[in-house]
């Protein structure tokens, strides 16, 4: 008795008819086949020699049997049903790859017209998952079984060029802000039909054939294909203004709890609490922040780094705004993820993580040679570091690092805010071990593209893991 696609192995049924419909498409899409000579009912595919013929083919080479009509018919109404539905839906968009995946060894198969000869792009594609985020299987990513692309040259470059990460430290934070963005490129070319990933499944008897598109919207970058940021310029202010304390809700102190650093107000609870804020009038630096500008077509995202509170010594937190939302926060970005980033630029070491590791007074701060009355110990470092952004175009609010020094040791006196300088402190750290590592264009803005995906949360992580698709079923 002679073989047929009904005794095969499914996994090879499956390749067979995902092929088989990846061929329809192409003939219906590039080749208009569906107008002319025009396919009105299921049984014009076997009317349509070139269609049919390749169809067979696909059958001998991958199954290794022969089209049999009354086992086989059921695949091409099954063609026909799914192309009608795709091309009410998205039309006949210039697609030059119609693909699946090579196959393996003595049954590779590529859809004449193809410009491969052996690495398809969902080949390409698994590859890529795999070495740069370990994802072993292509879909635990992206469950597509064909691949409808234009300009596939240029979308893998492009692909490479902004979320590879070749030669870095490939640590959970980087692994997952370039993953982000590498699923906000795909969901571009979705939309703009670019490159289209279609799950299959079968259309039963008597059904008609459904479009879904899964995991495609992500109204981050809604309209934009380029994806990677562009480094502007940074801020971080050292110019001083007087303490005012006099505000709504809070507590004038007394000058002898200000001598001891600590002063009480009421919590919401009624119970009192150590706080310090320095005395009024006297000098604190002008902001408590600094920020980074990155720019995105005509959006701007400004990314604060300040300490979570403004009251007290703490660590700093990462959050940006995007202006064109009316100053909308995104939310801040995961500070341990933050550390991952910055140990895969290869820029952690450089920056002490807590406000412990900072000077808390001017004690602590203050260093001078007695004998050559140059600055030692905090002060050099710190004017030396403020020198360098100052070089580098970084706005210090003031023109020279030395008074921006001045006045962060001001600042630490015991009567102003000295955990306003501490912090101030991680912020041009964090600035100088960026910008010294990321020494040029092209490395700072991929930076600060992973810093703004990792504090961009659109949708669920899960959404946010997997790649966009059309399903028809």
């Known amino acids: 008795m002679a073989k047929t696609s009904k005794g095969l192995d499914e996994a090879v049924v499956t390749r067979m008819q995902e092929i088989g419909s990846a061929w329809v498409f192409k003939r219906a899409i590039q080749d208009n086949a569906a107008v002319t000579p025009g396919w009105h009912k299921w049984q014009d595919l076997k009317k349509d020699a070139k269609t049919f013929n390749e169809i067979k083919k696909v059958w001998k080479t991958i199954g290794k049997v022969d089209w049999i009509d009354n086992i086989d018919d059921e695949w091409l109404e099954n063609f026909y049903k799914q192309q009608k539905e795709l091309l009410q839906k998205i039309g006949r968009p210039n697609f030059t790859e119609f693909s699946r995946d090579g196959g393996p060894k003595g049954s590779k198969y590529i859809l004449p017209g193809s410009r491969h000869n052996s690495e398809t792009f969902m080949d390409w594609v698994s590859k890529f998952v795999n070495d740069e985020f370990s994802i072993e299987t292509k879909d635990n990513w992206n469950p597509a079984d064909i691949w409808l692309i234009q300009n596939e040259v240029k979308w893998k470059k492009k692909l490479i060029k902004e979320t590879s990460m070749k030669g870095m430290k490939k640590t959970p934070g980087l692994i997952e802000a370039n993953l982000r963005q590498f699923n906000s490129i795909f969901r571009a070319l979705f939309r703009t039909k670019q490159v289209i990933g279609i799950s299959l499944k079968k259309i039963g008897k008597g059904q008609s054939a459904v479009w879904k598109e899964v995991n495609v919207d992500n109204k981050f970058f809604k309209h934009q294909q380029a994806v990677e940021m562009t480094f502007e310029k940074a801020k971080c202010l050292c110019g001083t203004k007087a303490i005012n304390i006099d505000k709504k809700g809070m507590i004038d102190l007394a000058k002898e709890d200000y001598a001891k650093r600590k002063g009480k107000e009421k919590t919401k609870s009624g119970k009192r609490k150590h706080v310090y804020r320095g005395l009024t009038g006297l000098a604190t630096l002008e902001t408590q922040d600094s920020r980074i500008i990155v720019k995105h077509g005509s959006k701007e995202y400004s990314f604060q780094i300040k300490t979570t509170s403004s009251t007290s010594y703490d660590n700093l937190k990462f959050?940006?705004?995007?202006?064109?939302?009316?100053?909308?926060?995104?939310?801040?970005?995961?500070?341990?993820?933050?550390?991952?980033?910055?140990?895969?630029?290869?820029?952690?070491?450089?920056?002490?993580?807590?406000?412990?590791?900072?000077?808390?007074?001017?004690?602590?701060?203050?260093?001078?040679?007695?004998?050559?009355?140059?600055?030692?110990?905090?002060?050099?470092?710190?004017?030396?570091?403020?020198?360098?952004?100052?070089?580098?175009?970084?706005?210090?609010?003031?023109?020279?690092?030395?008074?921006?020094?001045?006045?962060?040791?001001?600042?630490?006196?015991?009567?102003?805010?000295?955990?306003?300088?501490?912090?101030?402190?991680?912020?041009?750290?964090?600035?100088?071990?960026?910008?010294?590592?990321?020494?040029?264009q092209k490395e700072r803005n991929k930076f600060c593209t992973d810093l703004v995906f990792l504090a961009c949360k659109e949708g669920t992580s899960m959404k946010t893991r997997y790649g966009p698709f059309g399903k028809i079923y």
């Open 319 to 440: 959050e940006p705004t995007e202006k064109t939302k009316g100053a909308a926060r995104m939310g801040k970005a995961t500070r341990e993820y933050v550390f991952d980033l910055m140990d895969g630029y290869k820029f952690l070491d450089k920056w002490p993580k807590t406000h412990k590791d900072y000077p808390k007074n001017i004690e602590e701060f203050d260093g001078v040679d007695d004998k050559t009355y140059e600055f030692t110990g905090w002060q050099k470092e710190y004017l030396e570091k403020l020198e360098f952004l100052n070089k580098e175009g970084v706005d210090l609010g003031v023109p020279t690092a030395l008074e921006a020094l001045i006045n962060i040791k001001e600042t630490f006196g015991p009567l102003n805010q000295p955990y306003v300088a501490n912090s101030k402190l991680q912020q041009i750290n964090f600035l100088w071990a960026f910008l010294s590592t990321c020494k040029t």
